[in-house]
């Protein structure tokens, strides 16, 4: 191996091992759950919000609700620990699968953006985001899906 060979080789390694700790940091900063599917909705725990470093708790801003018995994900934003907003990942342009990313939900289909109550931010989709009630009972979150 020559000079030129050693370092191409090494600022690839340099760029493959940035761009999985870059990966792993984000998979890890969004919770996924499946929740507990009822006729009525999803129950959640409360708890799946908390990440607790160093014997410190903080609470993630949203968790996605992913279910195989449900068309889209639910991203369920919290804001204190009685108010939340559930808000159906269907994109309401043209119903691509949203992507969040911090206090915004972002359509990569041609750039919609939403906040995090599930209001048009950016368009071109001119309808709100579906959402759900939320109700909470002994650190656990109702998601009523009868409801608009
Ligand atoms: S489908 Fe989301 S912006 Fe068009």
Not at 68 to 87: D, G, H, K, T
Request: net charge neutral; with cysteine.
């Amino acid at each position: 191996m020559d000079r030129r060979d050693f370092i191409i080789n090494s600022c690839a390694a340099c760029l493959s091992a940035t761009a999985l700790a870059g990966l792993s940091a984000s998979c890890k900063s969004i919770q996924y759950v499946s929740g507990k599917l009822s006729m009525d909705g999803v129950l959640l725990n409360a708890d799946d919000f908390r990440i607790m470093e160093q014997g410190k708790a903080s609470y993630r801003s949203f968790i996605i609700v992913r279910n195989e018995a449900l068309q889209y994900p639910i991203c369920v934003y919290r804001f204190n620990e009685n108010e939340y907003s559930a808000l159906w990942m269907q994109c309401s342009h043209q119903g691509t699968e949203l992507q969040a990313s911090g206090d915004f939900l972002h359509c990569t289909a041609h750039g919609s953006e939403f906040s995090n109550k599930g209001k048009v931010t950016n368009g071109p989709a001119d309808k709100d985001l579906r959402t759900f009630p939320v109700t909470t009972t002994n650190n656990q979150l109702f998601i009523d899906l009868r409801k608009k």
